[in-house]
């Protein structure tokens, strides 16, 4: 699976006018949350809020899809958590202007019609690396781009490039360049290892009674994060976990490896398929959290503390590339009430007894974040959130 995920690239947004005479109630949590859509975004999808969803899910796409196997596994529903996660009040918008059926229909159609742009990258990228190149699509694939481009992938594959270059459909166009100039970066103080960045220390210090087989993770909302770690992470959520007294961090960045683990009880003689972070450093039920997992696009970042120092960890995850590919394999084997990784493939380990196992996710709001860290968040009056 790939690690290598960019962070995206701003695009300058058109000039809009607004009417500065309304009086506007500002919320404070809510300054540090930069939906990449303008603020009138009521005004504009007033008029037609299906055709501004799919507008906003097209963004979302570029911003969080990292290569073909994105596109080969792309799930609807999952896109569609991600934008009402971003704008909640869109669904209630759609669900009075009964609409919401119109929407989901139109956006199952326009993850086929991305799917099919990217199968036909994929191919002219393919017929440039060779048989060396292994491909996520395969013959079935191609029905999409018989309904969306027709014609096009006998001309990929009869034609000389040349010939058709010019005239590639804006999306092809858009994704074959992207996947041939790839520059993979990495924003964070690390290179080869898990991406992380530590965070200024806390002046309150707090005890850590948890132990590392049984932590508890609390989950928060991008309205709750401080500013310096809104500007680590573009992810909607992230973990916070007070680390336990006898794990070090280094640990917990050594290796950025996502696999799917198998968890042993032998006190109750189950086993539980997890989900293995940096290599099996930290796990975290696969099927019981299904619904959380899910609602990360690209990374999974971890808020750790201890001792009033805190980092942030950005773990390899995306529900669409691999994650319904192991939620899937976790699935039939614990219906099969199967557990052995001998007959299973590569990605799957055993999960070592060293590992940080998360038992248990909890919600957090901003002012507990900040009452059991010590934090202060502070506002910078030149702040621009867009």
């Known amino acids: ?88 009040e869109l669904l209630e918008t759609l669900r009075n202007d009964k609409m919401l059926d119109t929407f989901r229909s139109s956006l199952v159609r326009q993850c086929r019609m991305h799917k099919a742009a990217a199968v036909l990258a994929n191919e002219i990228i393919t017929n440039r690396r060779g048989v060396y190149y292994s491909s996520p699509f395969n013959s079935s694939d191609a029905a999409e781009c018989d309904e969306f481009y027709p014609g096009w992938l006998a001309r990929i594959w009869t034609e000389a490039e040349w010939r058709w270059q010019a005239e590639l459909p804006g999306m092809v166009a858009e994704l074959r360049g992207k996947w041939v100039n790839e520059e993979f970066g990495n924003w964070h103080q690390s290179d080869e290892m898990v991406p992380h960045s530590r965070i200024v220390r806390a002046e309150r210090v707090t005890t850590t009674p948890e132990r590392r087989q049984s932590v508890t993770a609390h989950l928060l909302e991008r309205n709750a994060f401080s500013t310096s770690i809104q500007a680590e992470t573009n992810e909607r959520f992230a973990f916070f976990i007070r680390l336990p007294a006898d794990v070090n961090l280094e640990t917990l960045t050594k290796c950025n490896r996502t696999r799917l683990a198998v968890h042993r009880n032998d006190t109750e003689g189950t086993c539980v398929w997890d989900l293995a972070l940096g290599a099996g450093v930290l796990s975290i039920p696969l099927l019981d959290n299904m619904a959380v997992l899910n609602r990360f696009r690209a990374r999974l970042p971890v808020i750790y503390e201890r001792d009033g120092e805190r980092s942030i960890v950005e773990y390899d995850w995306n529900p669409v590339a691999f994650g319904r590919e192991y939620f899937e394999l976790a699935k039939n084997n614990a219906r099969d009430g199967r557990a052995t990784v001998d007959a299973l493939s590569g990605s799957v380990v055993e999960l070592s007894s060293e590992a940080m196992r998360i038992e248990r996710i909890c919600p957090m709001s901003m002012a507990e974040f900040l009452d059991v860290t010590g934090a202060e968040n502070q506002v910078d009056d030149d702040y621009v959130p867009f």
Do not use: H
């Open 1 to 88: 699976m790939s690690n290598d995920f960019k962070r995206p690239v701003y695009v300058p947004l058109e000039p809009y006018e607004v009417d500065c005479t309304t009086e506007m109630k500002c919320v404070n949590e809510d300054y540090d949350y930069d939906p990449p859509m303008p603020y009138n975004y009521r005004e504009q999808w007033a008029e037609n809020p299906v055709e501004w969803s799919l507008c906003y899910v097209a963004k979302l796409l570029r911003k969080f899809a990292c290569g073909p196997v994105f596109y080969k596994n792309i799930d609807a529903p999952t896109i569609e958590t991600w934008m009402f996660d971003d704008y909640p």
